[in-house]
Every structure is written in structure tokens, then in C-alpha cells.
């Protein structure tokens, strides 16, 4: 079976994170702060580097066209902020076409995909064990020895030959069918036959009673091995589960970076601003003190700049890194651009509902219960292996002997000459040690296994409870965020608009407030990824992830 067409992942569509709801309810947010969020708010708030950037070009054509240095010295300072997370090879991608190439080119999808064809192979194995046997043996035997007696030879050749089929059985017997030809030629005087040819078909069976006997003890072996391979197409799906979710994650994460660069640019560009016009006036009002105090918060804040740049390149790092696309080259370095926006659609998510899909759903649940089925299995095998050997042994012969080889084989046809074999064999260890040992910790690992259970079950509960949680938080907080960054913005412009003069404490005040303003902006943008990752975070816990994508992985869990 090739891996690639058994554990091949389909991609048949991916929902938008708009649309897409965490259940089957979805209502419209009591919150009225949100009900009327247009794009245009958001993109206010939270720019994007690629608008900002194209904006900020128009603008500073029109600044220069005016002649308004001030302007202009403002514009260039974003830009060039804003230019410095730009790379060689800029490539747009939407979450949908993130996920896609993911899918498609994931070292880590490639490593875990082949799992499940191997285990296919290890019961394909443990089949084969029941598979019959062709054999054959050919011997030959040249004896010259010294004879004190005229009635025994001294001169041998002899010639041994043996086919049959070999089969066991799922009871746990062996059945044994074959034929034999000995050609035997001999300077013996007295030898009526030389040479001589003895044909014999024989039919031999050996079938334990008591250890090793039954379906369930010989085929526990394939048993296993197939619940080994289920487990395998759910480890699987896991994994891609899991994959997913941190690329989501980290789309998200690379969007909230690089909108908060412009954020930083702009700050930097006012707090520079408020500077240069402080350092115009040093020889009149402004005192050196103030003077370098201003100046030590603009350093902090040009440092905590080239962390945010910093973290710009790792998040696109992250995310080159997760989708292994070979047309984004990781040393060479890209600059991925998200298109999408994050969502601030409200949507319902009941804890005890979520938790019942959970437990339906959640691949580690099915794992769990396959190694269950496992441990009862060998907990069954180890109590019939701790029992006394107590085998029966059959055989049925049938002989011919003639001058040659046909012959013999006729006379064998004809049934004059028929023995027969009946035997039983009895073992038991003393003390019994060993078996009983493996037998008690086989009723061990069954209950490990039971106890395993139990904690995977805490452990999606609180998974659920947790997502649930992080869902209405994130939620709870965008409109808040968004009232507190709007609220600092009109600060900003009453303080601008009423200043009167420009004094040291009135720009410190208004330093203070766009500072504000720049933090309730990373704050609202913060909480809208947040809610966003939180959405995947539930559908995880809820273990419909790849259904929430549309991600159709065939024959992982069959």
C-alpha cells in the first residue's frame, strides 16, 4: 500500500476565519462598540505596513510639493521605519494559501505521514504468521565402514528427499502434509531390493490444549498490530492537527508584528518630532535637564523599535519554517506579507457541548482507547501463556517400497502399509515464575492503560474549559481596546488642538498621550489576534481543527 495514496492529505477548501463560527450558534454581539467597527476603524488603529507605506508616499509627495519640512521630515521617518522590516522577496499570502502550502510541503507532514504504512506492514506481518509453507529437503549419506559380520553392510549410499506444506492454524495447531522418496544402494549380500526406493506420504497435527491454544491467544499478535495501526492514523491526524494550529498561530503572530511596527514607527516619529522642536528651543525655555530626559525616553523607545524589527523577522522565520515551501527560502530570507485580517465576528461556544464534541472528536481519546484494547489483548495472551503445556500430537503415514521410484509411489497410493502416531506432551515449570510475573504485569499495564485513559479525559476538559475561557476573554477585551485607543486618540487631538503654546509640559503631556495611545493600539491589536488564535485554540480542544479547515486526511483513522 504507497503511503502517499493512503495518508495523502486532501485540501478541499479552507472556511475564512470571518465566516467560520466555533458552533452551531452564532448571534450578534451584545457588545455596541463593535456592532459598528468598520475596516476603516481597524486599519486606523492597527495599520498595515503595505497601506501605511503607500499612504505615507502620497502624503510626502504633496509635504515636499508644499515645501513643509516638518511634514516631510515625519513622513520620512516612517518610511524609513517601516522599511527596514522589508526584505529581497516580498510574497502576499492569505491564511487559506498559508494552510494549503503547508499541507502540501511540511517536512514534519512528510516524516509523519509514512507511520501509518509502516505499521500497515508490521500487520501485514503478523498475518503472514498464518501463512502455509511450502518446504523441501534433499539429503545424501555415503557410508564405507568396517563390518565384523557378513549381515550387516559395510557400503552405503543413500538419497533423502522430502516436500510438503507447513500451515498453522488460528486455534494455535500445526498441520503438516508431505512426501517422501529414500533411494537406499548397499553392497549388502543379503539385499532382496538394490537399490531400493521407499515412498511415504505422511499428515502430521499438533494442537495445544491448554497453553497456546485458542482465536484469542494466536491471533492477539495481529490484533495488536492492527489496533497499532489505527493508533498510527490517529497520532497522525494529530500531528497535523497540531501543525495547523501552529501555523494559524503563527500567521496571526506575523500580522500583529508588523502592524505594531507602524505603530512603534509612528510613535518614533512624533516622539522625534517633540524632540527636535525641545532641542530648537534648549537655549530659551527648555531647561538641559528636560532636555535629556526627553532624550533618554527616546532612546528606550528606539531600542524597544529594533526588538519589535527583530521580532518581524522571526515570526516570518517561524512561519517559512512551518510551511517548508520550497519557493520561500528560509536563508535567503522573505518577507511574508498576511492579506486577511483578523476576525472580531462574534460567536457562541457552550462549555459542556464543547466538551461532549471534545470527547468525541479528540484523536488522543480514540488513541488512548486503542492501547486499552491492546493491554486487555496481551493481559488475555500472558493469563494462557501462565498455563501448564499440555499438547496432542497426530500422525497418519503411508508407505511404499518398490525397485524404483515409480513403483514406490504407486504401492504408497494403494494404502497396504499405514502407521499411525498419537502422542501427548505435558510441561509445567516449577514454581512457574516467569509466566505468572508476566501475567501480573501485563494486568498492570491494562490498568495503566485505564488510568491513561482517565487522564486524558481531565486533561480535554480542561483544554475546553481553558479555550472556552480564552475565547470570551480575548472577545471580552477588543472593545475595551478599541474604546481606550479611540479615547486616546481624542486625548491626542485636544491636547494638540488646545495648546496654546508649546511649552515643555504641555509636549510632555502630549508625548504622554500619544505614548498611550501607541500601547491602547497594541493592546486592542493584541486582543483581536488573540481572539483569533483563540477560536483555533477551541476548535483544537473540541478536536475538529482539520474539519474546520475542511482538511480531509483519508484512511488516517480507518
Not at 497426530?394 to 498419537?422: C, M, P, Q, W
Request: aromatic share 8%; net charge neutral.
Amino acid at each position: 500500500m504507497d503511503v502517499r495514496q493512503c495518508y495523502n492529505i486532501t485540501l478541499i477548501a479552507i472556511l475564512s476565519l470571518s465566516g467560520a463560527a466555533v458552533s452551531s450558534q452564532a448571534q450578534t454581539p451584545s457588545n455596541d462598540e463593535l456592532a459598528v467597527v468598520t475596516p476603516q476603524i481597524i486599519l486606523e488603529h492597527i495599520p498595515d505596513p503595505e497601506l501605511n507605506r503607500s499612504e505615507a508616499v502620497e502624503r510626502l509627495g504633496f509635504a515636499r510639493e508644499n515645501n513643509d519640512k516638518a511634514k516631510t521630515a515625519y513622513l520620512m521617518r516612517i518610511l524609513n521605519r517601516v522599511e527596514a522590516i522589508r526584505r529581497e522577496v516580498q510574497v502576499s499570502l492569505t491564511l487559506e494559501e498559508v494552510i494549503n502550502r503547508t499541507l502540501g510541503n511540511s517536512f514534519a507532514i512528510e516524516v509523519e505521514r509514512f507511520n501509518p504504512a509502516v505499521e500497515a506492514t508490521r500487520y501485514s506481518e503478523a498475518q503472514a504468521a498464518f501463512d502455509a509453507v511450502f518446504f523441501t529437503t534433499v539429503n545424501f549419506t555415503k557410508q564405507d565402514r568396517p563390518t565384523a559380520s557378513q549381515l550387516s553392510t559395510s557400503d552405503l549410499k543413500q538419497i533423502d528427499m522430502n516436500i510438503g506444506i507447513r500451515k498453522l492454524l488460528a486455534s494455535g495447531a500445526q498441520i503438516t502434509s508431505s512426501y517422501g522418496l529414500r533411494r537406499t544402494e548397499t553392497s549388502f549380500a543379503f539385499q532382496t531390493l538394490n537399490p531400493e526406493y521407499f515412498s511415504n506420504f505422511a499428515l502430521s497435527l499438533r494442537q495445544p490444549l491448554l497453553r497456546g491454544y485458542g482465536l484469542d491467544y494466536n491471533l492477539a499478535v495481529i490484533r495488536v498490530r492492527n489496533n497499532d495501526h489505527l493508533v498510527s492514523g490517529w497520532v497522525f491526524r494529530r500531528k497535523v492537527r497540531d501543525l495547523l494550529r501552529d501555523v494559524e498561530e503563527a500567521y496571526w503572530r506575523l500580522l500583529q508584528t508588523r502592524r505594531d511596527i507602524v505603530i512603534t514607527a509612528r510613535l518614533l516619529a512624533d516622539f522625534e518630532g517633540i524632540y527636535d522642536y525641545l532641542q530648537a528651543r534648549k537655549g530659551f525655555d527648555i531647561m538641559p535637564v528636560q532636555l535629556a530626559a526627553t532624550k533618554a525616553s527616546l532612546a528606550q523607545t528606539k531600542a524597544d523599535f529594533i526588538a519589535r524589527k527583530a521580532a518581524v523577522f522571526d515570526a516570518e522565520d517561524k512561519l517559512v519554517a512551518l510551511m517548508n515551501d520550497s519557493a520561500l527560502d528560509l536563508a535567503a530570507g522573505v518577507e511574508i506579507i498576511p492579506t486577511d485580517i483578523p476576525s472580531i465576528e462574534f460567536v457562541v461556544a457552550d462549555r459542556l457541548a464543547e466538551a461532549q464534541v471534545a470527547l468525541d472528536h479528540r484523536p488522543e481519546i480514540h488513541e488512548q482507547k486503542l492501547t486499552i484494547a491492546n493491554a486487555k489483548i496481551q493481559a488475555g495472551r500472558a493469563k494462557i501463556d501462565e498455563l501448564p503445556k499440555l499438547d496432542v500430537t497426530f500422525s497418519y503415514t503411508i508407505d511404499g517400497l518398490a525397485g524404483n521410484a515409480d513403483k514406490s509411489f504407486d504401492e504408497a497410493t494403494r494404502h497396504n502399509f499405514v502407521d499411525y502416531f498419537v502422542g501427548v506432551d505435558f510441561e509445567l515449570p516449577i514454581g512457574n515464575r516467569g509466566p505468572r510475573a508476566a501475567r501480573k504485569r501485563a494486568d498492570l499495564q491494562y490498568r495503566q492503560a485505564l488510568a491513561g485513559l482517565k487522564s486524558v479525559i481531565e486533561q480535554i476538559l480542561q483544554d475546553v474549559n481553558v479555550s472556552v475561557r480564552a475565547l470570551g476573554t480575548s472577545y471580552d477585551q477588543i472593545a475595551p481596546s478599541l474604546e481606550a485607543a479611540q479615547s486616546r486618540q481624542r486625548e491626542v487631538d485636544s491636547i494638540v488642538a488646545r495648546a496654546e503654546r508649546k511649552d515643555f509640559n504641555t509636549l510632555n503631556s502630549e508625548l504622554s498621550s500619544r505614548q498611550s495611545l501607541a500601547n491602547a493600539r497594541r493592546a486592542m491589536l493584541k486582543a483581536m489576534v488573540d481572539y483569533n488564535i483563540a477560536t483555533i485554540d477551541l476548535q483544537r480542544a473540541r478536536g475538529t481543527l482539520l474539519e474546520y479547515n475542511n482538511v480531509i486526511i483519508p484512511g488516517a483513522s480507518d
